[in-house]
Each structure stands twice: as structure tokens, then as C-alpha cells.
């Protein structure tokens, strides 16, 4: 993939690769695997950043060079990674199939360790037999001891980097995950912080600083439901609590609270391939207070349902 000029190195790369095992009989199955995801090449100013099809195997094969973290590498940076660890497990029954999955991230190579403390973990419960109830997920996240155990020369604030210095985001949104901050977002919540620009001098700009909150705890429960035959709705929770950064404390001090709801109600129009829907969502807490409506018409063509809902 490629990342674009809106970044504090010019045309970077997007790699990404994964690597999934699978086993069980029938209805219940456990796998386990492996998502790897970097950026790597790229230009700033006068230097380029390696390329290559041996700087591409640098980057496959996640290998350190000499000078990782080195602000001047003169252009042997062997990129920025992260990735995570991911199991889990499919039950289905008669009546209702059931994933529950655990995942735990890692920044960089040196971070990968099953007994770190981070954690993505939750089940989503899909129900059959025109069940009133169609689906329902929990979930929480904890990423507060991301790289911790790392030593201070190699540590990297998660989704940062002391080279690449934007981070983790594309087009100043944060790549998978909506509860993290980037400077961007936080410059609506936070009057004095300011958006960096790209394209000032180097020594404005300091590595490990674009996500400013990268470090939260958060619970997240979903449920879409039927009404009547014709009526179904949407109900999205989720708390959060934020810590900041590594490098970036002040402003998440005492861990600010943060609630986000959301409440859609849909309606099918009998034999017209037609949906109408309204919402209203609802954001709370110590970072913001903003309330949000919704409303739309989705037509499909005849033949083809209307889009699923998804609760993540």
C-alpha cells in the first residue's frame, strides 16, 4: 500500500501481512494466528528512506538495523511495526453461534510477549431461529502497558514513532481503533493543542508526540434487536477511561472518563427492498459533550438485502 504525502514522511509504503491456523470438527473450531503491519520507505527532504527489494525483506521479515532508533539513519530505517496476537474460538449450536476471541497487541518486535498485560478480549453472540434478539457483543481493551518492559533507548510510545513520526493514522484519522487520540482529534477537545504540520523544518516536529492518548481502558457492548417483523434497532455503549501517552501525561493526569453511546431504530418497508432508519448518538464525559442525529433512506436492488448492521 501507499500512505500519500499527508505525512511527516513523504510516500511512505503500507505493508501488511497476516498468518492464521485453524482446526476443530464441525461446530466448534479454535485458531490462532499472527497480524504483522508496517510502514517503511518513504522521502524526507533530502533523504530517502531504503526502498529496495532487500529493504523490503528488512521490513517482511521485521529486522532491526544498526541504527533503528537512531533519528539519523541515513536512510536505513527498516521501517515502524506493530501487530497483533490473535485467538480464539467458534461454537455453534442449534440455536445460536458464538465467537470469542482474544487478541493482544504488541509495538515493534521486542514487544511480542504473551504475558504482556495488553489485551483485546470479548464474544459476540449471532442467535438463529427468528430469535427477537440477532446479536449482542461485550468487549474490553486495556493498552496502558504497552512496550513498558522495553528499554528506554528502544521504547516506543504506542502507534508512534521516533522516525516516522506521524504514526499509526491516514489522512489524520488513527488507523483501527476509534479511541485513541492523534493531535488532530484532540485539537477539538483541547484549546491550546494544535495539529502539527508536516511540512515545517524537522526540528519542530518530535518523534513519539502525534497520539497523544494511546493508553486507555475501555468496556464496549452492542445489541441488534427486533421490535416487531418490520422494526429492528441498534444500541451501542461504550466507556472508556484515557491515560495519555508515554510522552504526553499533563492532559490525562488522573485518567479522563469518557462515555459513547448510540440508539438507531430501523424500519423495513414490506416488498420494497427499502430501510429507513434514525439515530441519535450521545458523547459524554470529561474530553467532550456533543449529541448527534441521523437519518436515511437505504434502497437496495431487488434481489439483494440491505446492509448488515455491524455492533463493533
Do not use: C
Amino acid at each position: 500500500g501507499w500512505l500519500g504525502n499527508n505525512r511527516y514522511i513523504k510516500n511512505s509504503y503500507y505493508h501488511e501481512k497476516t498468518f492464521f491456523l485453524r482446526i476443530g470438527p464441525r461446530n466448534l473450531k479454535f485458531y490462532a494466528g499472527i497480524e504483522h503491519f508496517a510502514e517503511w520507505g518513504g522521502r524526507r527532504s533530502d533523504e530517502q528512506f531504503d526502498r529496495s527489494l532487500s529493504g523490503f525483506r528488512n521490513v517482511l521479515l521485521a529486522r532491526e538495523t544498526e541504527n533503528m532508533n537512531s533519528e539519523t539513519d541515513g536512510g536505513v530505517h527498516a521501517g515502524d511495526h506493530r501487530g497483533v496476537l490473535d485467538g480464539g474460538v467458534y461454537w455453534e449450536t442449534e440455536g445460536a453461534a458464538i465467537h470469542g476471541y482474544l487478541q493482544k497487541p504488541f509495538e515493534g518486535k521486542q514487544d511480542i510477549d504473551l504475558h504482556n498485560k495488553n489485551i483485546l478480549a470479548g464474544f459476540i453472540v449471532s442467535m438463529k431461529n427468528n430469535s427477537r434478539l440477532e446479536k449482542v457483543l461485550f468487549e474490553f481493551i486495556s493498552t496502558r502497558s504497552i512496550n513498558n518492559s522495553i528499554a528506554g533507548s528502544k521504547q516506543e510510545s504506542y502507534y508512534n514513532n521516533s522516525i516516522y513520526k506521524t504514526g499509526w493514522e491516514y489522512q489524520n484519522n488513527i488507523i483501527g481503533t476509534p479511541l485513541f487520540l492523534n493531535t488532530t482529534r484532540a485539537s477539538k477537545y483541547f484549546p491550546k493543542m494544535r495539529p502539527f504540520d508536516w511540512n515545517v523544518a524537522d526540528s519542530s516536529i518530535p518523534g513519539n508526540a502525534n497520539i497523544i492518548n494511546n493508553r486507555v481502558f475501555a468496556m464496549h457492548t452492542g445489541a441488534i434487536y427486533s421490535i416487531t417483523e418490520v422494526v429492528g434497532a441498534k444500541t451501542l455503549l461504550t466507556y472508556t477511561k484515557n491515560y495519555g501517552s508515554l510522552n504526553n501525561t499533563t492532559l490525562f493526569a488522573s485518567g479522563k472518563r469518557q462515555f459513547y453511546g448510540l440508539q438507531e431504530v430501523y424500519f423495513r418497508v414490506p416488498d420494497k427492498n427499502l430501510t429507513v432508519k434514525a439515530a441519535i448518538g450521545l458523547d459524554i464525559g470529561q474530553l467532550t459533550a456533543v449529541t448527534g442525529f441521523l437519518f436515511g433512506i437505504e434502497w437496495s436492488f431487488p434481489g439483494h438485502k440491505n446492509s448488515e448492521y455491524d455492533i463493533r
